[in-house]
């Protein structure tokens, strides 16, 4: 219960007394209480006294004369996260949480968000040819994400341990299955030979260090470089939500695989409202950080473990975490991707559970999912879980650079060309009746942002909410620049809507807000991007054929434009504003402590550490200090 609450219960209780009181009517029932006026607890509106009477006041009167000790110091507002019930007078010391919203861009890169930007100046008349007649450094325009006022370029770097970035530095604790494939417990953590780290020689100054663009190497600069000891997307996530460096795989554990305090379990503590959406399935890497806590990323329930003790997977972490108020993503057993990321067993146990409130893909799901949140209160329903998922993918249903949905259930990659599951199966439907089924089954992911907003906004402690766009990742891992060009659109629809929301709710005071990637993709535009997607669609573009009419290739060279399906360790952008900003400001290029240890920075950059530390002082509600993470 938030403590206004309590305020008014009091309120509600003291009313009907007073009421009596000034209608100067007989009291009916005695009210208890202290009833000597020189106590310094002393109740006018007693009319029995309890015996409880404090003689504080008297005593003072020993002390001295003048000074009036009943009078103490401190933060006075009921509101504030460190209010002092015995302060008679504020110091002007109050700590306000403040609404925090992180946004994750899963694999959205710099170039990532630049190829949507400059698609959506071209399709808003810029007539420049060149990526030079739009941005070539810096934090660019075109995007949302690009209005706020705050801009760096983050480290993502991983652990490693004897050569790999899989290997924990397990402890015996008797209880996980151990993720390493041998046991390094005897080994305490040390920065110089456990981070994989970011070298500026080899990886460059910038995300946009020119060097990327000139298809040759010089003599230190290595354009494979950001290829090698890659991160992924469980170990990113993690570290943004605990504040600790980790191993790939690892969610919500650190180094030792021990459990570590998210910013989840900071909100919720502090008896705040809880919401993450995802458009992928709720138990995917980035989503699963937020509430579980288990060594590897595939135990996805217990059906995907086969040797594992009963609850060690993350479906069980989601089922009993506490405070979480409202989740929102994909992976319904309904659709056609069946009981791999959420078994059709536990759907059971959700639809009879009075705990939650299940949606699933169904008509109108959308209006479905608003009415829901915005009837929510926070502080006393049932969790609102929402299931859904396209029918083809495993995703919301793709929109494309178009928004047209054409690619919606489409195998992604087209670097061969056209799909063969081009003509998808729509049953008795038209491809029209299709599109608008999936569309209307799905709530997108700015309206699950929406709906996540609308429910916790009336939580008198504020709220924190997690939302990524996971098919940005994916249409990565497919080199499908049309539906990267669409996930980045939509995933700043909902970003647009988050600051919008802001504005009219108490501004960047009391809110902050935290747009980036949690991992970068290998994707190099060439220079004429902008007069080729000009001329052609981007669905022709991601088709592609040769370099000369594909506007971008995927790695490092331009005579294998698909030559990178994967993530890198290339710094990737920060879009922020608000709350604790300017933890962010001070961090560039400076170290943190992990595991005991000093970390040290990398010059110019943050990294994921410090966004961690900036967004766990705004929910603390104290931007001067930076918070410990305790190893
Ligand atoms: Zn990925």
């Known amino acids: 219960m938030g403590r206004s609450i309590a305020l008014i219960l009091v309120l509600m209780m003291l009313g009907p007394m007073a009421g009596c009181i000034n209608e100067e009517a007989e009291p009916i029932i005695p009210k208890l209480g202290c009833t000597d006026s020189t106590a310094s607890n002393f109740d006018p509106n007693a009319t029995e006294n309890d015996g409880t009477c404090l003689s504080e006041n008297v005593s003072t009167t020993f002390e001295s004369e003048d000074e009036d000790l009943s009078v103490s110091e401190g933060c006075t507002d009921i509101n504030a996260r460190n209010f002092d019930v015995n302060a008679t007078e504020d110091d002007g010391s109050c700590n306000f949480s403040k609404n925090v919203i992180l946004m994750i861009g899963d694999g959205m890169g710099w170039e990532m968000v630049r190829t949507a930007a400059i698609y959506n ?24 994400m690009q209005e706020l006022s705050g801009f760096q370029s983050v480290t993502t770097y991983s652990t490693i341990v004897d050569g790999s970035t899989r290997n924990s530095l397990r402890e015996d604790t008797g209880s996980n299955v151990p993720t390493a494939s041998e046991d390094y417990r005897d080994i305490e953590f040390d920065p110089r030979n456990n981070l994989v780290r970011y070298n500026i020689e080899l990886g460059g100054t910038t995300p946009w260090d020119s060097r990327y663009f000139l298809n040759n190497g010089s003599t230190s600069f290595d354009p494979m470089y950001i290829t090698e000891d890659d991160p992924d997307s469980a170990q990113t996530a993690t570290t943004l939500m605990t504040g600790v460096k980790t191993f790939k795989g690892a969610v919500g554990v650190g180094l030792y695989e021990r459990p570590r305090s998210s910013l989840n ?95 699933l893909n169904s008509p109108g799901a959308p209006d479905l999912l608003k009415s829901a949140a915005q009837s929510h209160d926070s502080e006393t329903d049932a969790r609102i879980l929402g299931l859904y998922g396209s029918i083809g993918q ?238």
């Open 121 to 144: 100046q071209v399709m808003e008349g810029n007539q420049g040819n060149l990526l030079s007649d739009f941005y070539t450094e810096g934090k660019g325009s075109g995007l949302a």
């Open 394 to 631: 495993a995703n919301l249903p793709y929109s494309g650079a178009n928004g047209s949905f054409e690619q919606s259930g489409w195998g992604l990659n087209l670097k061969n060309g056209p799909p063969s599951d081009r003509t998808r199966d729509y049953g008795p439907m038209t491809k029209e009746e299709y599109i608008a089924k999936e569309i209307d089954e799905n709530p997108s992911l700015a309206e699950m942002t929406d709906a996540i907003l609308d429910a916790c906004d009336e939580d008198n402690q504020g709220f924190f909410a997690t939302i990524e766009s996971g098919d940005i990742d994916w249409a990565g891992h497919s080199n499908n620049i049309d539906a990267l060009i669409g996930a980045v659109n939509d995933f700043d629809k909902a970003v647009e809507n988050v600051i919008k929301w802001i504005n009219e709710n108490g501004g960047w005071e009391r809110n902050m807000l935290v747009v980036t990637a949690d991992h970068d993709h290998y994707l190099t535009l060439t220079d004429d991007f902008p007069n080729l997607v000009r001329s052609n669609s981007a669905l022709d573009l991601a088709m592609g054929g040769d370099i000369e009419h594909m506007g971008h290739y995927w790695g490092p060279s331009k005579s294998d434009p698909y030559g990178s399906q994967s993530h890198t360790n290339r710094p990737v952008p920060v879009f922020y504003q608000g709350g604790c900003s300017q933890i962010i400001n001070q961090s560039v290029g400076e170290g943190f402590d992990n595991y005991g240890q000093y970390v040290g920075g990398v010059s110019g950059f943050v990294d994921q550490v410090h966004l961690h530390l900036a967004m766990r002082a705004a929910l603390i509600g104290d931007c001067l200090h930076i918070p410990v993470v305790y190893g």
């Open 265 to 359: 379990n900071v909100a919720s503590d502090n008896g705040m409202c809880l919401g993450v959406a995802s458009n992928v399935p709720i138990t995917h890497a980035t989503p699963a950080s937020t509430y579980a806590k288990v060594n590897s990323r595939d135990r996805l329930h217990w059906d995907s473990i086969s040797s594992s003790r009963a609850g060690d997977d993350i479906l069980s972490w989601f089922n009993q975490a506490n405070g979480l108020d409202i989740m929102l993503g994909t992976g319904n057993p309904n659709t056609h991707v069946g009981d791999h990321y959420v078994h059709s067993s536990y759907l059971d146990s959700f639809e009879s559970n009075e705990n939650h409130t299940l949606l």
